[in-house]
């Protein structure tokens, strides 16, 4: 492998880390902050894919606006889906049993793959990438990299320093931090807990949705594609310890490496190398890289 | 946990109302096939099979309270250990197939067990999700279980002239016995010491040890004894189709059968059974094209939507319905709400 094609294969890893650590962003904090084992995530990932085929001819019709517009709306749609579905679904489920909660996210996913067949269909579909997003650059003399690539990478940057400003220095995030640590104590200070719970259920809704409309154009749009991303979710909250952002990242990051590596250097080995690296992982740390809280 | 302790003759009551229920359940399925045409009898051999697994993952997850995401490998293994050790010529001897598939599973079960005991709640359910998915990607990614198109079972396994379970009725009436045999042997199991010291670990694993018990070895025990007895369903599975493929293996159908357990009612036996039977008569319904048409492609909705509202409507999972019913007629619905899932160790049937 020389400079180049290794140079590639880093941005690539980097790339599908950091959009693996956006969709396992949203999960930890459900379930770190909620104690919610939500199924249903990889299928709010799949909703933001189908968003970004079927909303962008509409959004093009009614505001005249590009890829930019669509997002808007598509982030708009997705914390309204998140807030009502907290409200309708999960708000009587806090009392119960973890396993009540899978059974119910499991009912979801049935529900939302189904709906998306009857709304969309069965087909594969391509997004477009915008167009002042089409571009390559040049590395070195033979190859290029194709600038919305890059793009992901960036947006997946910018929002993860946002999350982190967002928990360490905001009221909001104080809040939501105590809150995952005693609930009871934070409703007897006065803080309306319940709202909370629907704020962060939303925003994670949010961000795995947003998350899907930007892959979108890379991994095109297909039945089934959020039960492949869930597991792998769940393996990036898992090593990184359940309820850490920080975990989550860096998590998704060594996953990305592993994953993008393993396919080019042990093609036969890919799928399973992945599962190693977390039995390996958690016999090391049973209670994953970082423990929370 | 129950809030007032229900007098003796309560409780015999209770007892002798599960036994019943149980025998009239096994005794409705002797008698099926003299009723049912070979669809139905096909089907609830297909059934009967998966209620097996289902009872292999409660004696895990409802009985000692291990959340085990990975049951489909201990299956799938049962399943290929079945067609690989088929021998070219003629048929295999029950005798010897069925407890070599059951061991495969089993010392699978031993392995997985053993590392992945290490680690607690959520985090052992994602290592033994794990393990399922490297034994998934040896099958998938190597020609040692023909790949992703799976193998055709050769011969069917025979007990001499006595059995010969290419027969649709012989195999029926073998799986019963198995299918009997696995809930009796796992009632005798939860009532003896060791399914105590179990439904100890479930409750308080911090306050059996303080007790003096080593818990690890218990758990690896159950761990293990889950393993075989879901080998066994693979079996079975394996001589009915004729035919296995990686998706015996896949989290899908790890995540099925947890469906179903937990659709039933966790921390009874017999919760296993009605969940197996109501998942899979579901699917019949939703699917069947008699009923809905041209929206039976659709049948996932169904499912899910009635998976959602057992959920909303019944906390205790299928197994509570009737005490619910019962609470209800008594007018005390509100009272019992407060009452948690968890049930005293005396209740494992």
Known sequence: ?293 | MVCSRPAKGEINDMKKSKFLFVALALAALALWPLMAGQYGVDLVTKIMIFAIFALSLELLVGSTGLVCFGQAAFFGIGAYATVLLTPQDGAPSLLWLLPACVLAAAFYALLVGALSLRTKGVYFIMVTLAFAQMAYYVVHDTPLGGGTDGIYLLSKPVLGTLLDLDKPLVFYGFTLACLAGVFGFLALLLRSRFGRALAGIRVNEQRMRATGFSTYPYKLAAFVISGGLAGLAGFLFAVKDGFVNPELISWHLSGEVLIMIILGGLGHLRGALIGAFAFALLQEFFKSEAIFGEFSKHWHLGLGLSIIACVALLPRGLVGVPEQLAARLRGRLTGARGTGTTEVGNESV
């Open chain 1, 1 to 293: 492998m020389d400079l180049t094609t290794f140079l590639i294969q880093c941005l690539n890893a980097l790339q599908y880390g950091l959009l693996l650590f956006l969709v396992a962003s949203g999960l930890t904090l459900i379930f770190g902050i909620m104690g919610v084992i939500n199924l249903a995530h990889g299928s709010f990932y799949m909703i933001g894919a189908y968003m970004a085929y079927a909303l962008a001819p509409i959004v093009e019709a009614t505001f005249g606006g590009g890829f930019f517009a669509t997002l808007v709306v598509g982030l708009v749609l997705a914390v309204l889906l998140g807030y009502v579905l907290e409200w309708a679904f999960f708000s009587f489920l806090y009392e119960r049993e973890h396993l009540q909660q899978v059974l119910m996210t499991y009912g979801l996913i049935l529900v939302f793959e189904e709906l998306r067949s009857l709304l969309v269909g069965d087909d594969v579909y391509g997004v477009k990438v915008p167009e002042f997003l089409a571009g390559t650059l040049p590395l070195g003399d033979l190859m290029t990299y194709p600038v919305y690539r890059l793009f992901i990478s960036g947006v997946c940057l910018v929002l993860a320093l946002g999350m982190y400003f967002v928990f360490t220095r905001t009221r909001l995030g104080m809040m939501i931090r105590a809150g995952s640590t005693n609930r009871e104590m934070v409703q007897s200070l006065g803080i309306d807990i319940k709202f909370l719970y629907r704020v962060v259920f939303a925003a994670g809704v949010a961000i795995a949705v947003f998350a899907g409309m930007v892959a979108a154009p890379v991994s095109s749009v297909y039945p089934g594609m959020g039960n492949t991303v869930l597991i792998i979710c769940f393996v990036v909250v898992v090593i990184g310890g359940i309820g850490s952002i920080r975990g989550a990242l860096l998590a998704a990051l060594l996953i990305g490496v592993v994953d993008t590596f393993g396919k080019v250097l042990l093609p036969q080995a890919s799928g399973v190398l992945v599962y190693v690296l977390m039995a390996l992982i958690l016999l090391w740390k049973p209670d994953g890289l970082f423990k929370a809280g």
